[in-house]
């Protein structure tokens, strides 16, 4: 936004005066973010009003309230919440356009830092928009770096470590090399997108879109376009694209789909399955012309919007719409295979999996309530029902520690973190570190021997916790940090963290 002359009255024309210059004419962002309720649902009227008025402190969002009338403030603000009068399109074309590469960037023969280049945790701090690069056995911070607007999904490494990548709600996706601390560039892959997925080889980036409706995919190397797939069912339905997963051990990208049930798998290997694909899909441009992207698409008993998988990437476990139950899809025959019994909306996407007896488990908190459930994976039946202190968000574990780590994070016992034993089931200790602050989502270091927790407000901090004593032994401060995330549990895909 930009300082101007006399307020308009009307929203429309307010926002062209003030707003325009830098969040674009049509609302569809620029140096700022998009301005539409896909990328505000987050923001109540009255905090949209409140940044208007005062600014975002840390970013280039200046303050009105000597500019522009607190009751037009609300207006402006209650119009920035109204649909677009059209979809807008976002494609191949206009996402190279907006990409930018750092002149600065030169890459590093080697890390310009001593630290375990496999026991790098980042850190991200939605308070104003940075991420932390800390050593993850000093717990020293190695950098502190701007992110775009609103990070959203967890931040993918490349399968060395070296390079990884942010997503935000936006749609910027940005790529920085931990061996060099710098950022690498960015490109605007969507307008309003959900998470990305790195290929098993890396050298593909899949970004979720919800707007437009389409998958993109882009060259990790350099941030190129390397097609851009409009979404549509089988019966030409349009649809948002809610997830992307990558799934390792079949050279494929797993779409879970918003608007239609069914699930997409975009296989990216060199010798992809033969039957049952669409094979009219392949890259444009004179680089790419050589790589095709088969599509197969499976249709599914009911709209699955959140995934699990089993370490073997065969079976697909989604959580219904109607947050009441779930399915599991064989993706080999692409069938449904079992129902699974998951009342009170299970978030799949943070369930976690180990070892327990003679079978591997999966636990995955519900959204809305007080209660994990315990899957067993080869029966698909319900193991057990742990009760909380509330609807709980993340679960985090290691292959080293006897313990499960969940939160509350939803319900009025945020400040509360259970700690469950993994044979028992039980929870055996209930964490109140900051009495009064929301504590979520867990990480690990590389061995095991810590456990990360965020005190997830605008003044919060990471608490490094001894994971075997269950005692804090070091507290970072940082702006409201969210996820962390170690390289080695991630590029290993640890059955303790989610994938």
């Known amino acids: 936004m930009l300082f101007g002359g006399p307020a308009a009255a009307d929203p429309a024309e307010l926002y062209h005066e003030q707003c325009s210059s830098c969040h674009g004419e049509s609302r569809l962002g620029g140096t700022g973010p998009a301005l539409i309720p896909e990328t505000l649902k987050r923001m109540r009227g009255p905090k949209v009003a409140n940044v208007i008025l005062h600014g975002r402190e840390a970013t280039q969002m200046p303050a009105f309230a000597e500019v522009i009338p607190a009751d037009q403030v609300d207006e402006l603000a209650a119009w920035l919440k109204t649909p677009l009068t059209e979809v807008p399109t976002w494609n191949a074309e206009q996402i190279a356009e907006s990409r930018q590469m750092n002149p600065d960037y030169a890459p590093a023969d080697a890390p310009v830092w001593s630290s375990d280049p496999m026991n790098i945790t980042l850190a991200v701090e939605t308070g104003d928009h940075h991420v932390s690069v800390l050593d993850g056995d000093t717990f020293e911070v190695l950098d502190r770096f701007p992110t ?43 307008l309003n997108s959900r998470n990305i ?23 990790t190397e350099d941030l190129s376009v390397a097609d851009v797939r409009e979404v549509k069912g089988k019966d030409g339905t349009p649809s948002r694209v809610s997830a992307v997963y990558q799934a390792p051990p079949r050279e494929s990208f797993v779409l879970a789909l918003k608007d239609v049930p069914e699930i997409w798998e975009v296989f990216y290997g060199k010798n992809p399955p033969q039957q049952g694909f669409a094979h009219d899909w392949r890259m444009e441009g004179p680089a790419h012309t050589d790589i095709p992207f088969p599509v197969r698409k499976i249709t599914t008993p009911d709209y699955l919007d959140d ?36 009342p009170g909306m299970p978030h799949l996407g943070s369930g976690i999996t180990w070892k327990y007896g003679d079978t591997t488990v999966m636990a995955t908190p519900h959204l809305k309530d007080g209660t994990i459930s315990v899957i067993d994976m080869e029966s698909w039946e319900t193991v057990k029902r742990i009760e909380t202190q509330g609807p709980g968000f993340f679960m985090r574990s290691h292959e080293n520690s006897p313990y499960v780590w969940a939160d509350v994070f939803f319900g009025p016992h945020k400040d509360k973190m259970h700690v469950i034993d993994k044979k028992t089931l039980e929870i055996i200790k209930t964490l109140d570190p900051v009495p009064g602050a929301t504590v979520a989502h867990v990480e690990f270091t590389r061995d095991g021997k810590h456990a990360l927790v965020s005190v997830w407000e605008d003044d919060g901090e990471v608490l490094v916790y001894d994971a075997k004593t269950l005692e804090i032994v070091k507290r970072l401060p940082m702006r409201k940090p969210s996820g962390k995330y170690n390289v080695w549990n991630k590029i290993t895909f640890s059955e303790g963290t989610s994938h």
């Not at 997925?197 to 882009?218: C, E, H, K, Q, R």
């Not at 370490?311 to 109607?322: F, K, L, N, P």
């Open 197 to 219: 997925a790195m290929s098993a080889d890396g050298n593909w980036l899949a970004v979720a879109n919800y707007l437009p409706n389409t998958l993109t995919i882009l060259s």
């Open 148 to 190: 775009p607007f609103a990070v959203h999904g967890g931040p993918k490494f490349d399968p060395k470590g070296r390079f990884v990548f942010i997503m935000s709600r936006d749609g910027w996706v940005q790529k920085y090399d931990l061996y060099s601390l710098k950022e690498v560039g960015r490109v605007r892959a969507g």
């Open 307 to 342: 995934f699990f998988f089993d370490q073997t990437y065969e079976y697909v476990m989604g959580a219904s719409r109607s947050g009441e139950g779930g399915q599991v899809i064989d993706l080999v025959i692409g069938q449904k295979v079992a129902d699974l019994d998951l």
